[in-house]
T-cell receptor
Framework: DTEVTQTPKHLVMGMTNKKSLKCEQH?????MYWYKQKAKKPPELMFV???????INESVPSRFSPECPNSSLLNLHLHALQPEDSALYLC????????????FGSGTQLSVL | DAKTTQPPSMDCAEGRAANLPCNHS???????VYWYRQIHSQGPQYIIH???NNETNEMASLIITEDRKSSTLILPHATLRDTAVYYC?????????????FGRGTSLIVHP
């Protein structure tokens, strides 16, 4: 199994809602990533988890809250988002190490109304 | 952090080779060059990576110059399905973690 599965594929939420994005992989990867991608822009790194611990937070606002409950799962909890947070949210995983490639999911297309 | 520079767009005729250049003049000796591509509305897909030597796999070839300051991704026989944005990435480091940072990439259009 070389897939990273993200759910849901599409999400529409209001600014007062609380929702969560989910990401799952069964490749035994110990590094997991969240990226945000606006239309016609490259993906921007948000968070990196290494061995279930948050290792990088790229100054992401606190309305985005990541969680890594175990080595296969990565969540992104969303609360009080703004319309400008509408984007494609991508999850990726990799083995640890300097020369390891990333496997990406298909993303969650989020619209904040 | 090593940065990469790519042309914003290129086009190629179907069946011909597509040669996508990337400049990474500040690359350090132990940093790898990675290539990914992203087809519209999908997640990026790994293509190939290399350190010093040229590399080839079933998808593409990677040619790295001897001084390592630039590289070229070669799709030997481009098809319409190769139309995508191609990203050249040098893996930067931060506090021991390796951060794959995407630049603007090259939008490749393969036409019939």
């Amino acid at each position: 199994d070389t897939e990273v599965t993200q759910t849901p594929k599409h999400l529409v939420m209001g600014m007062t809602n609380k929702k969560s994005l989910k990401c799952e992989q069964h490749m035994g990867h110990r590094a997991m990533y969240w990226y945000k991608q606006k239309a016609k822009k490259p993906p921007e790194l948000m968070f990196v988890y290494s061995y279930e611990k948050l290792s990088i937070n790229e100054s992401v606002p606190s309305r985005f809250s990541p969680e890594c409950p175990n080595s296969s799962l990565l969540n992104l909890h969303l609360h009080a988002l703004q319309p400008e947070d509408s984007a494609l949210y991508l999850c990726a995983s990799s083995r640890q190490g300097r020369a390891e490639k990333l496997f990406f999911g298909s993303g969650t297309q989020l619209s904040v109304l | 952090d090593a940065k990469t520079t790519q042309p914003p767009s290129m086009d190629c005729a179907e069946g011909r080779a597509a040669n996508l250049p990337c400049n990474h003049s500040t690359i350090s000796g132990n940093e790898y060059v990675y290539w990914y591509r992203q087809i519209h509305s999908q997640g990026p897909q790994y293509i190939i990576h290399g350190l010093k030597n040229n590399e080839t796999n079933e998808m593409a070839s990677l040619i790295i110059t001897e001084d390592r300051k630039s590289s070229t991704l070669i799709l030997p026989h481009a098809t319409l399905r190769d139309t995508a944005v191609y990203y050249c990435i040098v893996r930067a480091t931060s506090g021991g973690s390796y951060i794959p940072t995407f630049g603007r990439g090259t939008s490749l259009i393969v036409h019939p």
